[in-house]
Each structure stands twice: as structure tokens, then as C-alpha cells.
């Protein structure tokens, strides 16, 4: 399925050729306009597909990489032994791929996006507010993946590619980030009933400002949430596409395709495949609840285990089914997850219970009983099913480490292997 479906769009050619374009201008290089060399004849729908194809870029590294640290899986690869080696014993590194590839990958697309909003800052008001809510939507959302990345090791939030500008503490990335999705959200409000672009089928639903903006408050839910300002979180769920009663899938995704330029899905991997990379960890089976469809259709329990670098497991990993499967963003499953930890940080134990029930009976196993979540287990019942609603989307290294719970990550090789709660600064800055 190619990013527009219908439609022939070069997506990855297009991030290519904005890459190329910021590479450009950040070298010393003479232009009639030296203030806007090339910008002013790139149309905004073009700048608008490059932030979507850019977003797509080293994603499934990042997820390989966030996988293996929470112990969710490993990603084996003979060709290259860092996925098993420094992430799993303490030492990533700084100049290393891992790192550097989706921390880059990132800020390029805050750097297309930046070219939107200089495109569009004498464009009609409407036009311009609904530039400004996608481009700083997809600002905050890209500086957040860096943020889960780095941690308390902090981000850039200067964007002119100096190398030397000085990194913000957490709280003040997280400030930033959350500021920024509230003005994406006022200029949305402020932008009418249509864009003046087209989104991709991953925003379904999403692809007018307001349907946009609920998609805009389910991540200053999650930030919100991250923050510990769980009535903030409760306010901003109560704005966005939570749906109690709704598919649970329903959501915004990254898309692929086969088309010319496009781009495949890097996670998938055929389960039956003699050797399978991608494996999630063992104890995803050990600790599942019979039944449960969470487990059944996210993993496929393969006839032989793998054995590599002394991990084993039986497990492939089958979040996505093809070359071409859509990877979310954020779904409904976890904006109901999102209302029930926020609930829970409020004391509010019964809403949080009903929550964390509609994720189990959907999963075809038995609701807690009514009344028995409290103080004593209630964080323990959340992180058990985000694990297992979530698994392989990036969230549970990052729920461990807001609890203070990463010693309870399993060790699988005593003496060699360590638990590590952040990836270092780039060596490049």
C-alpha cells in the first residue's frame, strides 16, 4: 500500500531530496537568495509528505533498540553483534549507529518542518494555522522520541545545526515539547474545517484540524502522563479519540508501500523464516495469562528455539503481518491504558480498574474483580497490561524506567549483561 494510495508519490525520494536540501543550506554555499535558497519553490504538500515519509526513517531501529533495552526482546544479528552486545551490557555507543542514526533521523524531520512553517508564514490565516498545528504536532512528537532515548541526558531544542549549542535538562525538553503541541493546538482550532495538504491513510479520520487535534491531545496525554500530571492527562484524554467502547486499534499509524521511492516496513519478518531476528523475550510467554490474544497475536511460538550470543528464545516477533503493515504512532489501546495510570497516580483506583478491564475482556481474559485494585497493586496491574497491550511499540523500557523499576528486567546472562536507563549523548554533539 503506497503512502497515498491512488495516487504515484516518490515519499522516500522525497525525504532523500529534503535531506539533501537541509544539507544544503547548512553549508557555506553562495545563492541568489542567500536567506531562502530553495525553500520558496518547494510546494507545502511536498514538505508535508517528506515529514511524514522522514518520520518512517530509522524508526525500526528505534524500536529494535527500546525493544531490547525493556527486555521485551533482542534483535539478532549476525552481521552486526551491538544489538546483543552494548545494549544489553551497559556500553552503547556514543558514535554508534544505534544512536546516531534515529536521533538524526529526528531532528531532520523538526528541520523539514521548520521549513513548513517558514513556508507558510505570509500564507492566508487559515492556511497558516493548519500548517502550524501538523508541523508542530509532528515537532513535539519527533522530539519526544529523543527524549525517551536520551533521558535525563536531555535534548537540543536549538535547531539552527550548530553542533555546539548546549543540551536542556529533561524538564525543560519536556516543557517545550508540551508548549509546543498546545500552540499546534490553538492554530488548529484557528485553521477551519479542511488542510490546504493531504495526509496519508495512517491519519484516517485524523486528516481535518479538528480530527488532527484530538490526535494532537492524545499526546499531551502521554506527555502529560510521563510529566506526572495525571489531571493534565485526564484533560487532555478527554479531548482526544479515546474510546471506551471503540476498536482498540483505531488510531494514527505510519504507512508503507511498495511503490516506486516508497518504503517497506523494516519489523516485519516472516515467523516461519528458517532464521528470525526479531525475537521477543521469553518471559513474554512465561508471565502471559492463558488466553490471552494479546500474547497469541503478537508473537508466533516457533517449532525450535534460537540460540545466539547465548539468548534463547522461540519467539518471533509478529506485530506486523507484512512488508507493508502500518506501525501506530498511538492507538486507543493505550490512550484507555493512559486514563487508567492517570487515575491511578490520582488515587482514583475503581475508573482505573474499569479501564484496565476493558483491555483484558478484549484480550479474552477474566477482568479483575471489581473493588481489588488499590493502592498495593494497581501499578503492578497497569504495567502488566502495557506490556502486553503494547508490546513492541516502544513503551516499556520507558514505563520501567518512570517507575523506578528497572532492576525488575530480567538478566539473561549473569556477570555480562546490565540494564541500562538511557543512551548517551551523540558523540557528534
Not at 523464516?273 to 511460538?301: C, E, I, Y
Amino acid at each position: 500500500m503506497s503512502l497515498y494510495t491512488g495516487q504515484s508519490r516518490v515519499l522516500t525520494g522525497v525525504a532523500v531530496t529534503l535531506v539533501c536540501l537541509l544539507s544544503v543550506m547548512g553549508c557555506d554555499r553562495k545563492f541568489p537568495d542567500p536567506n531562502s535558497p530553495v525553500v520558496e519553490s518547494v510546494p507545502v504538500q511536498t514538505l508535508v509528505t517528506g515529514i511524514e515519509a522522514g518520520m518512517r526513517i530509522d524508526l525500526a531501529i528505534y524500536l529494535r533498540v527500546v525493544t531490547s533495552l525493556g527486555r521485551e526482546g533482542y534483535y539478532f544479528e549476525p552481521a552486526d553483534p551491538r544489538y546483543t552486545g552494548e545494549l544489553l551490557q551497559g556500553t552503547p555507543d556514543p558514535g554508534g549507529f544505534l544512536l546516531n542514526r534515529p536521533w538524526s533521523a529526528r531532528y531532520r524531520v523538526v528541520a523539514t518542518c521548520n521549513l513548513l512553517l517558514d513556508k507558510v508564514k505570509n500564507a492566508p490565516a487559515a492556511e497558516k494555522a493548519g500548517a502550524e498545528g501538523f508541523a508542530k504536532t509532528i515537532m513535539a512528537y519527533q522530539l519526544l522520541l529523543n527524549l525517551n532515548y536520551l533521558d535525563d541526558n536531555g535534548i537540543k531544542l536549538d535547531f539552527s545545526g550548530t553542533p555546539n549549542v548546549p543540551f536542556v535538562s529533561k524538564a525543560e525538553a519536556f516543557a517545550r515539547i508540551a508548549a509546543l503541541l498546545d500552540e499546534a493546538n490553538a492554530s488548529l482550532a484557528a485553521a477551519g474545517n479542511t488542510f490546504t495538504f493531504k495526509l496519508s491513510s495512517g491519519f484516517a479520520g485524523f486528516d481535518t484540524p479538528a480530527g488532527f487535534a484530538r490526535f494532537n491531545r492524545a499526546l499531551m496525554a502521554r506527555v502529560e502522563v510521563y510529566r506526572g500530571n495525571f489531571q493534565a492527562a485526564l484533560t487532555a484524554l478527554a479531548n482526544s479519540f479515546l474510546n471506551a467502547a471503540g476498536p482498540l486499534n483505531q488510531g494514527v499509524y505510519h504507512v508503507y508501500g511498495t511503490g516506486l521511492g516508497d518504503q517497506l516496513n523494516e519489523i516485519f519478518e516472516s515467523p516461519t523464516a528458517p532464521f528470525v531476528k526479531f525475537m521477543a523475550h521469553q518471559s513474554f510467554q512465561t508471565n502471559a495469562v492463558a488466553g490471552d490474544t494479546r500474547f497469541s497475536s503478537k508473537v508466533a511460538v516457533r517449532g525450535s528455539a534460537t540460540t545466539f550470543d547465548e539468548l534463547t528464545t522461540n519467539l518471533a516477533i509478529t506485530i506486523t503481518s507484512s512488508s507493508t503493515d502500518r506501525v501506530p504512532i498511538i492507538r486507543n489501546e493505550e490512550l484507555i491504558l493512559l486514563r487508567a495510570e492517570a487515575n491511578i497516580g490520582l488515587g482514583q483506583y475503581a475508573s482505573a480498574e474499569a479501564d484496565l478491564n476493558i483491555v483484558r475482556t478484549a484480550a479474552g481474559i477474566a477482568p479483575y474483580p471489581t473493588g481489588s485494585t488499590d493502592a498495593t497493586n494497581a501499578l503492578d496491574r497497569l504495567l502488566f497490561e502495557k506490556r502486553y497491550s503494547l508490546f513492541g511499540e516502544g513503551h516499556r523500557w520507558i514505563d520501567m524506567r518512570r517507575y523506578g523499576r528497572l532492576n525488575e528486567l530480567p538478566i539473561d546472562r549473569p556477570g555480562r549483561d546490565v540494564i541500562i536507563s538511557k543512551m548517551p549523548r551523540p558523540e557528534t554533539e
